[in-house]
């Protein structure tokens, strides 16, 4: 019973680490949502990230695993000299597709418009440090 415990306290205190860590490049490349006209921009490829989303029978907060992904599609994008990422589908099992694009100080068409989204999703943007 005392390793059933230990065990679940260590589990519980790992799922809230964070072991991706953002890239010196990766910082300057903007997310944009799914399905966002990209038409402005130039295509560069896509990007398959993965991490782990499970620890043994538990699974991993959700948030952290997307935001985990989101950042390696970031340190991913700057080899395929791309600046913008976008998710080409909901995360599956730990892995997710980003398309990756090179959009050269061009908006995407919603962030040119000035309009907000208004199907009651959110769009995120890095925090400068």
């Known amino acids: 019973m005392r390793h059933l415990v230990i065990s679940a306290v260590l589990v519980a205190a790992l799922g809230g680490c964070t072991w991706v860590k953002m890239a010196p490049g990766g910082a300057a490349v903007k997310v944009v949502a799914a399905g966002q006209d990209m038409s402005a921009c130039e295509k560069r490829g896509?990007?398959?990230?993965?991490v782990r989303d499970r620890l043994g029978p538990y699974e991993r907060n959700d948030i952290k695993v997307r935001d985990e992904l989101e950042t390696l599609a970031r340190n991913e994008a700057p080899g395929l000299n791309a600046d913008t990422v976008q998710p080409k589908a909901e995360p599956d099992d730990g892995e997710q597709r980003f398309l990756a694009f090179r959009c050269?100080?061009?908006?995407p068409a919603a962030a040119r418009a000035g309009t907000a989204a208004t199907d009651g999703t959110a769009e995120t943007y890095p925090i400068e440090d």
């Open 46 to 50: 896509e990007v398959s990230v993965s």
């Open 104 to 107: 050269r100080g061009a908006a």
